[in-house]
T-cell receptor, first 109, second 116 residues
Framework: QKEVEQDPGPLSVPEGAIVSLNCTYS??????FMWYRQYSRKGPELLMY????GNKEDGRFTAQVDKSSKYISLFIRDSQPSDSATYLC?????????FGAGTTVTVRA | DAGITQSPRHKVTETGTPVTLRCHQT?????MYWYRQDPGHGLRLIHY???????DKGEVSDGYSVSRSKTEDFLLTLESATSSQTSVYFC???????????????FGEGSRLTVL
């Protein structure tokens, strides 16, 4: 069983829709939770960073962490074609970083 | 964009040949990493470095070796390439280790390796 599970999709939504992405994990020692965005043929870049449980909002992006359920989410409001990318969740404790497999999202104009 | 250059960006080679991928950074970051990315597996750490001549293994290090003789360069070597090493390889850098601060990684654009 993988330490971090992420549905690979693909996910296709119309422009303006809300995109909902999520990951589950098994290691209760994870304390830091991140979302990376990866455009086609590019390297990943950090999108959101959250410590412990709770919500964090940054513009159209909201990250949620529920440590009791070992479940994290990323919501994209008013999605745009420029949001089309692969989104990777990542999480770590003090010494180990683990990535999900990534979910590919296409926003149709 | 973080100053990270990977070379070559694309390479096709045959089974049994040696291959070296190079990562060059201009950010003077202490930590450098090599990951491979495969469908269904996400990013998996091969090796990392925490300083010049200081390296350690990641979760998928078998068949790979690394060297770091200068702060700015981190080399990944496949001594005898196999088809299972066909993948996209990403170099990443960070100013702090994974136990410090956000541990944010900055990635290069990747090197696509095909082993026939």
């Amino acid at each position: 069983q993988k330490e971090v599970e992420q549905d690979p999709g693909p996910l296709s939504v119309p422009e303006g829709a809300i995109v909902s992405l999520n990951c589950t994990y098994s290691n209760s020692a994870f304390q830091y939770f991140m979302w990376y965005r990866q455009y086609s043929r590019k390297g990943p870049e950090l999108l959101m960073y959250t410590y412990s449980s709770g919500n964090k909002e940054d513009g159209r992006f909201t990250a949620q962490v529920d440590k009791s359920s070992k479940y994290i989410s990323l919501f994209i409001r008013d999605s745009q074609p420029s949001d089309s990318a692969t989104y990777l969740c990542a999480m770590r404790n003090d010494y180990k970083l683990s990535f999900g497999a990534g979910t590919t999202v296409t926003v149709r104009a | 964009d973080a100053g990270i250059t990977q070379s070559p960006r694309h390479k096709v080679t045959e089974t049994g040949t040696p291959v070296t991928l190079r990562c060059h950074q201009t950010e003077n970051h202490r930590y450098m990493y090599w990951y491979r990315q495969d469908p269904g597996h996400g990013l998996r750490l091969i090796h990392y470095s925490y300083g010049v001549k200081d390296t350690d293994k990641g979760e998928v290090s078998d068949g790979y070796s690394v060297s770091r003789s200068k702060t700015e360069d981190f080399l990944l070597t496949l001594e005898s390439a196999t088809s299972s090493q066909t993948s996209v390889y990403f170099c990443a850098i960070s100013a702090k280790g994974q136990g410090e601060g956000t541990g944010e990684l900055f990635f290069g654009e990747g090197s696509r390796l095909t082993v026939l």
